[in-house]
């Protein structure tokens, strides 16, 4: 059974960690020159792909004892949002243009960018430590992939407009004060 308010926890946090990424950009540009939904298509499969390696990595972080899974969630959390904090803003890089508009090239290629620059990246990590902590890898895998999803979505479409309206800088300060929470909840879970 998929928990809502699991699922409504995740979507938030990977949502806002995703929001200052490069694939977000990545997805602008490819969708700025190509067909949003041929970019969607391949970036939407890409991140399925992540969430389902991420989910199955934290379930097998639940076999271990609950104390040290916490213990080691916290420290993860904290890890992540001091790399928020200390992330540098000019990495950028440079998308490959398909020679055509077909959907294959198009979803070809934004699915190996996303498939390639997201691996390790901080939500894949995120959503790892999500399913261990909360043991429900079907309600942590939907929201990270609904996140992940309208993050493209909303990078592809209407990425140049939000940016314009909330400061890059105040979405990932909240995104690691999240991150901050939820790593000193679970230290404080592992300790009591």
Aim: hydrophobic fraction near 60%.
């Amino acid at each position: 059974m998929i928990s809502i308010s699991v699922t409504a926890l995740v979507f938030g946090v990977v949502f806002l960690a995703e929001l200052p990424d490069k694939t977000a950009l990545a997805g602008l540009v490819l969708g700025t020159r190509y067909r949003a939904s041929y970019v969607f298509a391949g970036v939407a499969a890409a991140f399925t792909v992540h969430v389902v390696l991420a989910v199955a990595a934290g379930s097998v972080l639940t076999l271990l004892p609950q104390q040290l899974v916490h213990a080691l969630t916290g420290v993860l959390f904290l890890a992540g949002a001091a790399m928020l904090l200390m992330k540098g803003g000019g990495d950028e890089e440079e998308v490959k243009q398909p020679e055509n508009q077909s959907f294959w090239k198009v979803s070809g290629a934004g699915f190996m960018l996303i498939l390639v620059a997201e691996f390790g990246d901080l939500t894949q990590i995120m959503t790892a430590n999500l399913a261990a902590r909360y043991d429900d890898p079907l309600s942590v895998g939907l929201g990270a992939v609904l996140a992940l999803w309208a993050v493209a979505g909303l990078g592809i479409v209407g990425g140049k407009a939000l940016m314009r309206r909330v400061p890059l800088a105040l979405i990932t300060k909240i995104a690691a004060l999240l991150m901050l929470g939820l790593g000193v909840w679970s230290l404080y879970e592992a300790i009591a």
